[in-house]
Structure formats: structure tokens, C-alpha cells
């Protein structure tokens, strides 16, 4: 493809990209496509000679739309969002332009500098205590996931507890984390991966992991001999959007010289709003935070952002310095290679810059509360009607419900949602109590969205 190819067809991309978009209610949000459909449309080998560009542009709809799942559409409610945004969408087609793998500063200046800085934005649009600023022995980093930026927290935490237990004879196996049993898997399998105990501390009634609760499986760890070193709170559980109590868990923490990691994949974005703001209060006992601007910031898939009070724990833990990595400016500014586990990374701050400069701080916070507000209108919905309960607190974004009554009955009332398709919903269990998960999700959703899904899912519970 020659430069003019390119501008030509990049134009008919962009016009296909805005008309998907624009017009994403018109499909199903779930695919319905069986296992193995992909398969039977295109040829078992790549080709020798170069195709067609019409070819192959008119194969998106004949062979990948058929089995996409449409976050986007208004009609998505499953899981948690997944942010999509056009000033986020064109900030990614300039980071695959430059092309630069980032893991040192030299390596692009650029990178490692507008990442520092877009933390520290960040970070003061949270109202994150000072010491998780770049301007201290702390800072921020933009990881992939929020399993990763667990994954990582936990190893420095456990490299730090192994500098401090040097002489307990076979330490490690003595080391125990602890997450509230509403934790998401992805604490649990961090543990697997580092090779330590992992304890899962029963929520209390409204699914908070309490203070309380915590003490007491620690304390019996360490009559027992074992080393508590890491604990998860979750504030935003992924079942059911409870928030541990982390007034009452920071100060266990620090009783115990544990490193706290704080979890908000889905809530931190939220935070941006002074309203939601007191859910993060207690953040100060923390070591590391994490939220995923990729699930309600506007900045499309991957940004999960993390910030360390102390990153010596992390730049230590993965500090390889092989020659051909080294340069002049090291020690003076940061290495990210030295805060995650690849050694490539791409230019993800460049989206954050450009959706907050093109949307401002204000336009996502009015953003945030409107789906707050939808999530309240189908609340009121389901309240309305007495067939129905809603099973948790609505805080931000998601609404739990069930019909009253057995789980084998909102099981039914699940699937035959989704073989109807209309509507995306998935399902969560807590306490041996089945219920239904309604998320508003996509940047399209209106009133009139809540509206219809209400009126698809009393159709449906009715024809039982
Ligand atoms: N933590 C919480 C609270 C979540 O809700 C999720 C996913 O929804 C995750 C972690 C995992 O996120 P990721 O896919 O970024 O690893």
C-alpha cells in the first residue's frame, strides 16, 4: 500500500468505523454464531499473491461483524463497560504510527515523559494523596490490566516482605494475601502465579470485606506462624459493585506492616466526580491504587493505571540491566521496563492526552454521572414493580436484580433473555443468591435504552 493508497482507504476506514458506530443499535449486541463459523468462511491457507483492498474491506462484515459482540451498543448491559471514544480511537492510530516500544526513556522520550505527566493528571483529578506523584518516591505507571497491575504489586509487595523476613528459614512459603470473597479471580490467580497462600475473607451482609473480618484471619495466620504481606481491597466489586471498608482495613494494614493494594478497575473512574470522591476515603493507607481508565474513562482498551506511594519496590523487583538496554540518562529519569513485566510497551498516554484535552475533566464527569443517573432510572423500574427485588445498593453504575422468588427461575429468566438477544445481560451469585447484573455501559445509552430493556426483560419474565 503507497502513501495515496493509504489516505484513500484510511478515509473509507474512518467512514466505516463512524457508521458502525453511529448505527450499532441496528445489530444484536450478542453474537449468535456457532464455535467454528469463522473457520468455514476463509480459506485454511494465507495467500501468496496480495488481495483485493475491496476484498477484504467487504469481508468485515461478511466475516468479522457476524461474530462480534457489541460492547458498544446501547442494548450491552453485561460485565462492566468498556470505553470507546473517537478523540481515543485516533490518539491510538498515532501511537501505531510512531511505532515506538517505550520500555526505556531513550528508548522515546516522548513516551516516558507524557506518561509521568498524564499520571500526575491524573492522579490530581483523583485527589490522590501526594506521595503517589511523580515529584516524590512515587508515581504512576499505565499497565495493561488490572490483573497485571496486581500481579505486579504483589510481587514487590512479596520482594519487600522477603527483604524484611531474609532470616525465616523458607519464608516464602510462609507468605499469605487476603481479598474479600468478592474479590475479582484475578487476586487468586496472581497467588498462583507468585507461588503464595491466598485467603479469600468473608464479606459481611452488604458484601464489604470489614476490618474486622480481616484482623481476625490475620491475626490466626500469624499465631500460626505465617507471614500476612499483601492484602487487596476492592472498592467496585465486579458481582456486585460493593466497596470494601477501607477505613477499617487500612489501619489492619498498618497495624501489621502489610502493603495495601487498592482495586478499583470499574469505580476509580468515578472518583473524577467530587460526589463519588469520599468512596476512595482512606486511600492513604494504601501502597499501590489501581482503576482502569479502559473500563469508564473514555480511553479505549488497554490503559489500566497504577501508582505506587514507593516505586523502589517495583523498579527493584524487575531490575535487569542488560548493556544493550543501558544509557546515559539512567537513574535520572524513569525506566518503565523496570515497572512491568514485558519489556515492549506502546504509547498509551498519548490517548488519555488527547481524550482529556479534547472532553476536559468536566464533560467526563458529567459523563459519569448521566450513566449513574440511567443506572437510578432502571432501578426505579425494577422497584416499581413487585415481582421484582433489587439486590444491592445502586452506587454508580450497575443495578442487581432478581425476580422474588428460586435462582432456577432467574436462571430461566437469563437465558431466555439472551437467546432473545435484544439485550445483553450477564448473571452473578452471591451468598447462594442468583441474580442478574444490568450495567449501563455503552457512551450511546439513553433513557430511552433503559426503557426498552425494562420493557424486553417484563416481556420476557411474563412469556415463562
Ligand atoms: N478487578 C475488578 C474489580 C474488575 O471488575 C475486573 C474486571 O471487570 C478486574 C479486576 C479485571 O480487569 P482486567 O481485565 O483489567 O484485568
Known amino acids: 500500500m503507497d502513501p495515496e493508497q493509504f489516505r484513500k482507504r484510511g478515509r473509507q476506514m474512518i467512514d466505516y468505523i463512524a457508521d458502525y458506530l453511529e448505527n450499532i443499535e441496528n445489530r444484536r449486541p450478542l453474537s449468535n454464531v456457532e464455535p467454528g463459523y469463522l473457520k468455514l468462511l476463509i480459506p485454511d491457507d494465507a495467500p501468496k499473491k496480495p488481495e483485493d483492498w475491496n476484498t477484504v474491506f467487504q469481508d468485515i462484515e461478511r466475516v468479522i461483524m457476524p461474530g462480534v459482540t457489541h460492547w458498544h451498543s446501547p442494548q450491552f448491559h453485561a460485565y462492566y463497560p468498556t470505553a470507546n471514544s473517537y478523540p481515543s480511537i485516533l490518539a491510538d492510530m498515532l501511537s501505531d504510527a510512531i511505532g515506538c516500544i517505550g520500555f526505556s526513556w531513550v528508548s522515546s522520550p516522548a513516551c516516558t515523559e507524557l506518561e509521568g505527566v498524564m499520571m500526575d493528571w491524573l492522579a490530581k483529578m483523583l485527589q490522590l494523596p501526594e506521595e503517589f506523584l511523580s515529584t516524590g518516591e512515587g508515581g504512576g505507571v499505565i499497565q495493561g490490566t488490572a490483573s497485571e497491575a496486581t500481579f505486579v504489586t504483589l510481587l514487590a509487595a512479596r520482594s519487600k516482605a522477603l527483604s524484611k523476613h531474609i532470616n525465616s528459614s523458607k519464608s516464602i512459603t510462609k507468605f499469605v494475601v487476603?481479598?474479600?470473597?468478592?474479590?475479582?479471580?484475578?487476586?487468586?490467580?496472581?497467588?498462583?502465579?507468585?507461588?503464595?497462600?491466598?485467603?479469600?475473607?468473608?464479606?459481611?451482609?452488604?458484601?464489604?470485606?470489614?476490618?474486622?473480618?480481616?484482623?481476625?484471619?490475620?491475626?490466626?495466620?500469624?499465631?500460626?506462624?505465617?507471614?500476612?504481606?499483601?492484602?487487596?481491597?476492592?472498592?467496585?466489586?465486579?458481582?456486585?459493585?460493593?466497596?470494601?471498608?477501607?477505613?477499617?482495613?487500612?489501619?489492619?494494614?498498618?497495624?501489621?506492616?502489610?502493603?495495601?493494594?487498592?482495586?478499583?478497575?470499574?469505580?476509580?473512574?468515578?472518583?473524577?466526580?467530587?460526589?463519588?470522591?469520599?468512596?476512595?476515603?482512606?486511600?492513604?493507607?494504601?501502597?499501590?491504587?489501581?482503576?482502569?481508565?479502559?473500563?469508564?474513562?473514555?480511553?479505549?482498551?488497554?490503559?489500566?493505571?497504577?501508582?505506587?506511594?514507593?516505586?523502589?519496590?517495583?523498579?527493584?523487583?524487575?531490575?535487569?540491566?542488560?548493556?544493550?538496554?543501558?544509557?546515559?540518562?539512567?537513574?535520572?529519569?524513569?525506566?518503565?521496563?523496570?515497572?512491568?513485566?514485558?519489556?515492549?510497551?506502546?504509547?498509551?498516554?498519548?490517548?488519555?492526552?488527547?481524550?482529556?484535552?479534547?472532553?476536559?475533566?468536566?464533560?467526563?464527569?458529567?459523563?459519569?454521572?448521566?450513566?449513574?443517573?440511567?443506572?437510578?432510572?432502571?432501578?426505579?423500574?425494577?422497584?416499581?414493580?413487585?415481582?421484582?427485588?433489587?439486590?444491592?445498593?445502586?452506587?454508580?453504575?450497575?443495578?442487581?436484580?432478581?425476580?422474588?422468588?428460586?435462582?432456577?427461575?432467574?436462571?430461566?429468566?437469563?437465558?431466555?433473555i439472551n437467546n432473545d438477544g435484544r439485550i445483553f445481560l450477564v448473571p452473578s451469585s452471591s451468598k447462594s443468591v442468583y441474580f442478574l447484573r444490568f450495567a449501563v455501559c455503552a457512551y450511546k445509552t439513553c433513557l430511552n435504552d433503559v426503557k426498552f430493556a425494562w420493557k424486553t426483560i417484563l416481556q420476557i419474565s411474563e412469556s415463562l
Open 178 to 416: 487476603y481479598a474479600s470473597d468478592q474479590a475479582h479471580s484475578s487476586v487468586e490467580r496472581a497467588c498462583l502465579l507468585a507461588a503464595v497462600e491466598f485467603r479469600s475473607v468473608p464479606s459481611n451482609e452488604n458484601e464489604e470485606m470489614t476490618g474486622e473480618a480481616l484482623e481476625e484471619m490475620i491475626q490466626k495466620d500469624i499465631d500460626n506462624g505465617l507471614i500476612p504481606f499483601y492484602v487487596v481491597a476492592t472498592l467496585g466489586t465486579t458481582p456486585s459493585c460493593a466497596f470494601d471498608r477501607l477505613l477499617e482495613v487500612g489501619p489492619v494494614c498498618k497495624k501489621h506492616d502489610i502493603w495495601l493494594h487498592i482495586d478499583a478497575a470499574y469505580a476509580g473512574s468515578s472518583f473524577i466526580c467530587p460526589e463519588f470522591r469520599p468512596l476512595l476515603d482512606g486511600v492513604e493507607f494504601a501502597d499501590s491504587f489501581n482503576f482502569n481508565p479502559h473500563k469508564w474513562l473514555l480511553v479505549t482498551f488497554d490503559c489500566s493505571t497504577l501508582w505506587l506511594k514507593n516505586n523502589k519496590y517495583l523498579v527493584e523487583t524487575f531490575n535487569v540491566d542488560p548493556l544493550y538496554l543501558k544509557h546515559k540518562e539512567q537513574g535520572n529519569v524513569p525506566d518503565y521496563r523496570h515497572w512491568q513485566i514485558p519489556l515492549g510497551r506502546r504509547f498509551r498516554s498519548l490517548k488519555i492526552w488527547f481524550v482529556l484535552r479534547l472532553l476536559g475533566s468536566e464533560f467526563l464527569q458529567s459523563y459519569i454521572r448521566r450513566h449513574v443517573q440511567l443506572a437510578k432510572e432502571f432501578e426505579a423500574l425494577v422497584r416499581s414493580n413487585d415481582k421484582f427485588e433489587v439486590t444491592h445498593p445502586v452506587i454508580l453504575g450497575l443495578v442487581c436484580f432478581r425476580l422474588k422468588g428460586d435462582n432456577e427461575m432467574n436462571r430461566k429468566l437469563h437465558d431466555a
